[in-house]
């Protein structure tokens, strides 16, 4: 019983600890959104202003400049890879992470 708790315990410390290096890495990282036909592709990378109000911003500018365009979604052409543990928490927290995932795309 005592081995389980202490196994347990440090199985959660990895879990942390992985977790806060990796928010200290992933700094100038690019995200990249496309609607499905990339009629309009757009970037975020947060840690230089560019984060997904600037995204938002952009993609209304382009449906306004672009009238035929306006029933488009904007699809994020990253995956969530859940066995890298270690980005739980930028999973969590990022709004990157919110939009629809289109796959089979020429970003991915």
């Given at each position: 019983?005592?081995?389980?708790i202490?196994?347990?315990?440090?199985?959660?410390?990895?879990?942390i600890?992985?977790?806060?290096?990796?928010?200290?890495?992933?700094?100038?990282?690019?995200?990249?959104?496309?609607?499905e036909?990339?009629?309009c592709?757009?970037?975020t990378?947060?840690?230089m202003?560019?984060?997904?109000k600037y995204?938002?911003?952009?993609?209304?500018r382009?449906?306004?400049?672009?009238?035929?365009?306006?029933?488009?979604?904007?699809?994020r052409?990253?995956?969530?890879?859940?066995?890298?543990?270690?980005?739980?928490?930028?999973y969590?927290?990022?709004?990157e992470?919110?939009?629809?995932?289109?796959?089979?795309?020429?970003?991915?």
């Open positions: 019983m005592k081995r389980k202490i196994i347990i315990i440090i199985a959660l410390f990895i879990l600890i992985s977790n806060i290096a990796n928010m200290f890495l992933t700094f100038g990282k690019w995200y990249v959104f496309s609607t036909n990339e009629e592709v757009l970037a990378i947060p840690t202003g560019r984060d997904t995204l938002n911003r952009n993609f209304k382009f449906k306004k400049e672009h009238p035929e365009y306006k029933d488009l979604v904007l699809y052409t990253f995956k969530m890879e859940l066995w890298k543990f270690w980005k739980w928490y930028e969590y927290i990022r709004d992470y919110r939009y629809p995932y289109i796959g089979n795309h020429a970003n991915n």
